[in-house]
């Protein structure tokens, strides 16, 4: 029997563990699928709600759970988001407040030259100076820099509202807390959707509640996004893992498996991070955009990036892309502009020559789509011409995911080789009895990531419409399933490294 007396003498070690348990703890970062995280949401959920009517009450109620998480997510780095945001909110005023045109656009440097610089530092550094070394054969010693969490994320928001700010897009915020609250707003703060400024301040502004349609939409989203993170991304990578760290082990039908394993994980797994973070949002009363459409029903790569990562590849058109001229100024512009864009979304993902390669191949991917466009617009469409263009994208995207993901260039061949090299199909069968949930999981992922967008879209509206017991047995039913598949630890959001 617990006594009242115990009770009060363990008070001060109950403190003590909690306040542990709210601390920032390195190897194991605040994700939307840890229990934390949710325990903490369902209790500000009903204070914001309260504190809705009062915009700047509300504002300051999230930038301090926003910022708390990010303190979560990445330490003591919240403080030089607070002080990014600052310095570009600062500028924004003196550029709103300057008459003259090159006035404006210097000021507008400082800033990019500035956000550029810091991404740069804690990003590229250690890969630069490894490749001055390789050049000089010098002696290199990485620099100890650990890379703040999101941090490619929030630098392209704020890029991309300080250059709004000087396309007279829109005005800066009438002050600093609005604009700290668009780019640490929580949902989107640490792996995107990157959100733009003239789609999100507006509804700030508005301070609308949520209908009763969008928190069960948001639900909805938050329970296909745990599916796609926690059950399927999180199960099938156990098997991807083991093909990517010792690629020579394996044969060649082992090797496919793997690497259509890991193309379909990467999807589930951003996509998955994604649907929680625009569900949470929704639930929130704000609308993040779509993300991820259906990439792999794509026919060719113009396509598949309409369709993959929409917040960073319509980011990269129209601040990367439009600026270098588009395809305003001849053919071969167009494609070195293709070309170019996508070297810079590949260096955005990572420091390393594999996510240069990986991103130049897209572009030149880009490139060929578009100058084969007066011979493609002649073949007639039919069901062959269609499945055959489906099949040429997704084995192009498929293989350049090797390079995405294995540990080095060398270890992408090999992984490349094994597949055409060593590959058996009677073996497909042998594969299929020895790991049959995979592959079951699997078939059910195509499956369902091939059905109609209309389809999904009433089974949503059936879920709005459905009563709420309903919803909250399909909500555990989701948890029991990660439970049952749930791996040994929590595994981090892929694009958590970017």
């Known amino acids: 029997m617990i006594h009242f007396e115990d009770l009060i003498n363990n ?44 915009k700047p009450k509300m504002v300051l109620f999230i930038l301090f759970f926003s910022l708390y998480f990010y303190y979560k997510s990445s330490g003591l ?13 600062l500028i924004s005023l003196r550029i709103a407040q300057t008459e003259s045109r090159g006035g404006k656009k210097a000021w507008m440097w400082l800033s990019i030259v ?17 490749n001055w070394n390789q050049m000089v054969q010098g002696n290199f010693q990485p620099l100890d820099i650990i890379l ?18 000087y396309k007279e897009r829109i005005r800066p915020t009438r002050n600093w807390f609005d604009y700290l609250f668009f780019l640490s707003f929580f949902p989107a703060l640490v792996a995107g959707p990157i959100v733009r400024a003239d789609y999100f301040l507006p509804q700030l502004e508005k301070n609308e509640r949520a209908d009763s349609a969008m928190i069960w939409s948001g639900l909805w989203l938050i329970i296909i996004g745990i599916i796609k993170k926690a059950l399927i991304a999180d199960y099938i990578s156990q098997y991807n893992d083991l093909i990517f760290n010792d690629p020579a082990l394996y044969t060649g039908v082992q090797t496919l498996m793997g690497v259509l394993g890991y ?39 113009t396509e598949f990036w309409r369709r993959w990562h929409i917040s960073l590849s319509s980011w990269l058109r129209d601040y990367v892309y439009i600026p270098l001229g588009g395809n305003r100024k001849g053919t071969f512009r167009t494609y070195l502009n293709n070309f170019l864009t996508m070297l810079i979304g590949g260096l955005w993902h990572g420091a390393a020559w594999k996510f240069i390669f990986w991103g130049a191949m897209h ?31 997704f084995i192009y995207v498929s293989l350049l995911w090797v390079f995405f993901r294995a540990a080095s260039f060398e270890d992408s061949i090999l992984i490349i080789k094994n597949i055409f090299i060593d590959f058996y199909p009677d073996q497909i069968i042998q594969f299929a009895g020895q790991r049959p949930q ?31 017991i309903i919803k909250l047995g399909i909500f555990l039913i989701a948890v029991q399933l990660v439970i049952e598949f749930m791996t040994a630890e929590v595994a981090p959001f892929i694009y958590f490294q970017f």
């Not at 780095?77 to 909110?89: G, P």
């Not at 973070?277 to 990439?295: E, H, K, Q, T, W």
């Not at 699997?442 to 059936?462: Q, R, S």
Request: charged share 10%; proline share 5%; net charge positive.
């Open 363 to 393: 572009g030149v991917g880009l490139a060929v789509h578009k100058a084969c466009q007066p011979v493609l617009k002649k073949i007639p469409d039919n069901w062959l011409t269609i499945f055959i263009a489906w099949l040429l994208t």
């Open 263 to 301: 193309t379909m994980q990467i999807y589930c797994d951003f996509s998955g991070y994604s649907d929680m973070a625009i569900g949470l949002a929704l639930i929130m009363g704000f609308r993040l955009g779509i993300n991820f459409n259906s990439p792999y029903q794509s026919r060719n790569l």
């Open 114 to 130: 500035i956000s550029l610089s810091i991404l740069g530092y804690f990003k590229y550094a250690n890969f630069f100076l490894w």
């Open 11 to 54: 008070l001060p070690l109950v403190g003590k563990n909690i306040l542990h348990m709210l601390e920032y703890d390195p190897s194991a970062p605040m994700l939307f699928s840890s229990g934390l995280f949710w325990l903490l949401f369902i209790i500000m959920l009903p204070i914001y709600a309260l504190l809705k009517g009062s």
């Open 438 to 468: 995979w592959c079951i999981m699997m078939v059910l992922l195509i499956i369902f990531h091939f059905l109609p967008a209309k389809w999904g879209e009433k089974i949503e509206n059936w879920f709005i419409r459905m009563p709420w």
């Open 148 to 165: 703040p969490v999101g941090i490619s994320f929030y630098t392209f928001q704020s890029i991309s509202y300080v250059v709004d700010v």
């Open 77 to 89: 780095f919240f403080l030089m988001l607070i002080a990014t945001s600052l310095v570009d909110w």
